[in-house]
């Protein structure tokens, strides 16, 4: 069903194997780091269909990565949950961002903007400075950017390409957790953009898939670390979700029309289905929830 005429909710009983359509994406190669307003087909990023429920009323919460795909879906419902968002994107992302931030202020929420590249130290200080002025406080980090290029063979991994991958999935990771935490009251909320691909690499993702497992590690050991402070950390682990990083570098061009198809379900994941796992995480409801994993990923085998 496309967004325009979707007339359903994210509660609405339905079969999860129609409930989105089967996508057969054509090839096509869009420059780094790609755009949701060019992706073919679009995605389902709950703009029409994600219905809020309070379940974060007055929070203040950081996105990386928030102008597109997974990042995108949650700063809209975390906006339609009561929270206002600060989102993080590099700066070719402007459209994809002016799209969210309208989304998120349609709903009287504030959407602080903070383009940068988090591959630097120093700006990802400045990006939780920021956040924590525009937002005046922050209980809600959700360590979302990422970067991932298929490779098929270990040799033709050049040393920048390894060095972007780790600073961009694990580096920054460190840095703007570690720059957060002495904002965070108790009550708050981390969590990370982890992958399926922690536990079950593809022959293709070997420098993505271990800086996966590495978020995955990391968010385990931060939660024991946090918890007696009462700041929460976990993770979610996607399948395969349809959204631009798959298309820029992310998948070998020529499996795209198969996309997700390999999946229990049939069928690829739109990011609006990511969108409840971020919530849940996020929200009081899942007081007794630390070290975690949550596993969104059409039925694939998980630890
Ligand atoms: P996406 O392209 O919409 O989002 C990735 C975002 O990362 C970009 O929008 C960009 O803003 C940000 N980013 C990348 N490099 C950056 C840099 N140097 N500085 C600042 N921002 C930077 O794609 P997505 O699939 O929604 O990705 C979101 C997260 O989900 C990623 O961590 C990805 O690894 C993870 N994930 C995605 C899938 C999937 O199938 N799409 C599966 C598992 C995990
Ligand atoms: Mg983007």
Known sequence: MSESTRTTDQLTFDNPVSRHPDITPPKQDPPMPGSDAE??????????????????????????????????AVAIAFAREGADVAINYLPAEEEDASTIA?????????????????????????????????????DALVINAGKQVATASIEDITDEQFDQTVKTNVYAMFWTVRAAVPHLPAGSTIVM?????????????????????AMNTFSKGLAKQLAPKGIRVNAVAPGPIWTPLQVVEGQPKEDLPTFGKGQPIGRAGQPVELAPAYVFLTSPESSYVMGETLNVNGGADSP
């Open 193 to 213: 953009s982890s992958s399926v691909q922690a536990y079950a690499p593809s022959d293709d993702l070997l420098d993505y898939a271990m800086t996966k497992a």
């Open 102 to 138: 309208g989304l998120v202020e349609a709903e009287g929420r504030t959407c602080v903007r903070i383009p940068g590249d988090i591959t630097d130290a120093a700006f990802c200080k400045e990006l939780v400075d920021r956040a924590v002025e525009g937002l005046g406080g922050l």
């Open 39 to 72: 992706l073919e087909p679009q995605t389902d990023r709950g703009q029409t269909s994600y219905r809020g429920t309070g379940r974060l009323e007055g929070r203040k919460a950081l996105i990386t990565g928030g102008d597109s795909g997974i990042g995108g």
